[in-house]
């Protein structure tokens, strides 16, 4: 039996982030996921033991230096090594820029990116003196460019980008690979399908990102050799503009 390692994926919804621990547990790593209600991550955890895996549901909040910090420590302690972790908190709201409260703007901004600095640094703080790791960003569409009514997102979401950026060069050298996923498009959940309903008849045509899809995108991104390491990956429906 090999070395027990585990996947670290915070923001393990009910979409992209679950499929993504579905994809690693399926490969043997334990999957340690975290939402801020740990209830919530109950049907995650029983699927991923009913296919044979191992995984842990943790109720922490991502924007608690000191929730993030005692939870990273608890999965080396009592888990496995963090080998590999994955910030996917989401955050996409839309307000004009007149009716963008602080508080608005605040939250976007500590959920988006001072929550995925918090991650960021406890992995590397992990995985810098074994000299190995993957760390992947979920970035979006605002990741690249800002839109009307996504002032808040899309300044959240450069800042993630920045510091997936700042982050790569940093411990790229050290044997860690960092990169940052644009995920640009409408994702098949129970959102867009009650929301986009045109769009979402369009689903069997490859017009909605398959979190399936999404999660085998992440799992090649780790398995990548460190000779041809991807810092950006961008993945998109065929019928996307872009």
């Not at 991550?41 to 910090?69: K, M, N, W």
């Not at 988006?112 to 703080?125: N, P």
């Not at 990741?143 to 009514?149: A, T």
């Not at 950026?165 to 050290?174: F, I, K, N, T, V």
């Amino acid at each position: 039996m090999g070395e027990r390692k585990a996947v670290w994926v915070v923001g393990a919804g009910d979409a992209t982030g679950g499929a993504i621990a579905r994809r690693f547990a399926r490969e043997g790593y334990v999957a340690c996921v975290t939402r801020r209600h740990a209830e919530s991550l109950t049907p995650l955890v029983e699927q991923i033991r009913a296919a044979g895996g191992e995984a842990y549901g943790f109720g922490s909040d991502a924007r608690d230096e000191a929730a993030v910090v005692e939870l990273a420590a608890r999965i080396e302690r009592e888990v496995a090594p963090i080998e590999v972790a994955v910030f996917n908190v989401g955050g996409n709201v839309r307000f004009g820029i007149e009716e963008t409260t602080e508080r608005v703007y605040r939250k976007v901004w500590e959920m988006g990116a001072y929550a995925g600095f918090l991650v960021g640094r406890e992995a590397a703080r992990v995985m810098r003196p074994r000299g190995r790791g993957t760390i992947l960003f979920t970035g979006a569409t605002a990741s690249l460019r800002g839109g009307v009514g996504f002032a808040a997102f899309a300044g959240a979401k450069h800042a993630l980008r920045a510091l997936a950026q700042s982050m790569a060069r940093e411990l790229g050298p050290e044997g860690i690979h960092v990169a940052h996923v644009v995920i640009d498009g409408m994702i098949d959940t129970a959102a867009t399908a009650q929301n986009f309903p045109d769009r979402y008849a369009l689903k069997d045509q490859g017009a909605i990102l398959d979190p399936e899809a999404i999660a085998e995108a992440y799992w090649q991104l780790h398995a990548q050799p460190r000779s041809a390491w991807t810092f950006e990956l961008d993945l998109r429906p065929w019928m996307e503009r872009w």
